[in-house]
């Protein structure tokens, strides 16, 4: 099986979690000197007496040609991802409950948008691209059962062809 | 006045916060492919029903030469920093408590490194360098007084003379 990645959209991502980017409509602070792009992903990190979490992931990129052989989910807890530099990067995902081949969808984000995964949305961990890629990363602490992992019935081949973001 | 900025470390800065920023004994997962700099600030959040909140602040840089001339105290909850992008930036602080004019710290934050200021703490508002800066916010949403500001008894004139990462 083979898919291409689309780009994402704060519409097309919606079922999965939140698009995390400025917006048309900012709050306007320190005088003037700030934009304010307000509460911008449901973050949804207490449960069952969860903290919510700040990390720094470094990811580096998968070998290509990419395959997609396993796939998570956080029961308990949404898990937000948004890059520090200047790469984008790729999300495949699939909707909450159970684990639905034929609904994966795998997107290309570019840098300056972040991804907030509600709780139960299954995941593949982080695919930077093109070079090592450093994301903030806002989740759970706390005691609880909160990571599923599950085999991919087939590995999923990912078709790059069409990104001209990427580096030769 | 006139203060120059000093470069910050975890530990000149710990008086006011947290240094976000990768260490040395990440944890490994995903497969090998990432390292997770794991739980890197002091996230307080939650206090009279308060929920952590995600947004992303667009600053300017102030015009040079560069004068300070108010600060602000979050009093129910932290507020933290980290840059998206490639530029430095400036954090001025002072002790939480009656503010304290002699205990005026100024450092200079290089891009990937963020700051987490406890609650309380006295700083500045987003003091960009360079050119139009994002930075992820983490702070506090909900009801109850969460910030207070104060003009400065006297400007303060930074100096940059020193400063290498600047632009001319």
């Given at each position: 099986?083979k898919?291409k990645p689309?780009?994402?959209?704060?519409?097309n991502?919606s079922p999965?979690?939140?698009?995390?980017?400025?917006?048309?409509?900012?709050?306007?602070?320190?005088y003037g000197?700030?934009?304010?792009h307000?509460?911008l992903?449901?973050?949804?990190?207490?449960?069952q007496?969860?903290t919510?979490?700040?990390?720094i992931?470094?990811s580096k990129p998968?070998p290509?040609?990419l395959?997609l052989?396993?796939?998570?989910r956080?029961?308990?807890?949404?898990q937000?991802?948004?890059?520090?530099g200047?790469e984008?990067?790729l999300?495949?995902?699939?909707?909450?409950?159970e684990f639905?081949?034929?609904?994966?969808?795998?997107?290309?984000v570019?840098?300056?948008q972040g991804?907030?995964?509600?709780?139960?949305?299954?995941?593949?961990y982080c695919?930077a691209?093109?070079?090592v890629?450093d994301?903030i990363?806002?989740d759970?602490?706390?005691?609880g059962?909160?990571?599923?992992?599950?085999?991919?019935?087939?590995p999923?081949?990912?078709?790059?062809?069409?990104?001209?973001?990427?580096?030769?």
């Amino acid at each position: 099986m083979k898919l291409k990645p689309q780009a994402i959209t704060a519409e097309n991502f919606s079922p999965f979690g939140d698009l995390i980017q400025t917006g048309s409509d900012p709050m306007i602070i320190n005088y003037g000197n700030t934009e304010r792009h307000h509460d911008l992903a449901r973050l949804d990190l207490t449960e069952q007496g969860g903290t919510p979490l700040v990390s720094i992931f470094r990811s580096k990129p998968l070998p290509l040609p990419l395959t997609l052989e396993v796939m998570e989910r956080h029961p308990l807890a949404s898990q937000a991802f948004i890059p520090m530099g200047s790469e984008p990067y790729l999300v495949a995902v699939a909707p909450a409950g159970e684990f639905d081949l034929k609904a994966l969808k795998l997107f290309i984000v570019q840098p300056g948008q972040g991804v907030n995964y509600h709780r139960g949305t299954w995941h593949h961990y982080c695919l930077a691209l093109n070079s090592v890629s450093d994301f903030i990363v806002i989740d759970r602490g706390g005691d609880g059962h909160n990571c599923d992992e599950i085999p991919l019935p087939q590995p999923i081949e990912v078709d790059l062809s069409d990104c001209a973001e990427l580096q030769d």
